[in-house]
Nanobody, 128 residues
Framework: QPQLVESGGGLVQPGGSLRLSCKAS????????IGWFRQAPGKEREGVSC????????HYADSVKGRFTISRDNAKNTVYLQMNSLHPEDTAVYYC?????????????????????WGQGTQVTVSS
């Protein structure tokens, strides 16, 4: 069973940076696209960024483009999300998930792929 564990969240001031990690077990990250998602209190879950398995190409939500960078270290079976110039509206629980080939209860569709096997999430709070 694929498992993902997020880490790296915390409290940061506006304009600051954080790097989130998504560590995989039970499968190799380079076999599937990986996505980062977030959910703020009272809001729907939204896609933040994803990275493909084939060529490492990345996609970003408009709200984070130019500030966030997704990357993958296959040797460590880990995907990262570098977040710079953080805004208070970036405050949310951040989750990573892996691409799946079919819909399951709880799957989320974003940018042409279904995602599932969610981690437990990591809280990011941007506040002065």
């Amino acid at each position: 069973q694929p498992q993902l564990v997020e880490s790296g969240g915390g409290l940061v001031q506006p304009g600051g940076s954080l790097r989130l990690s998504c560590k995989a077990s039970g499968f190799t990250l380079d076999s599937n696209a990986i996505g980062w998602f977030r959910q703020a209190p009272g809001k729907e879950r939204e896609g933040v960024s994803c990275i493909s398995s084939s060529d490492g190409s990345a996609h970003y939500a408009d709200s984070v483009k130019g500030r966030f960078t997704i990357s993958r270290d296959n040797a460590k079976n880990t995907v990262y999300l570098q977040m710079n110039s953080l805004h208070p509206e970036d405050t949310a629980v951040y989750y990573c998930a892996t691409e799946v080939q079919q819909y399951y209860s709880g799957s989320y569709y974003w940018f042409g792929r279904w995602y599932d096997h969610w981690g437990q999430g990591t809280q990011v709070t941007v506040s002065s």
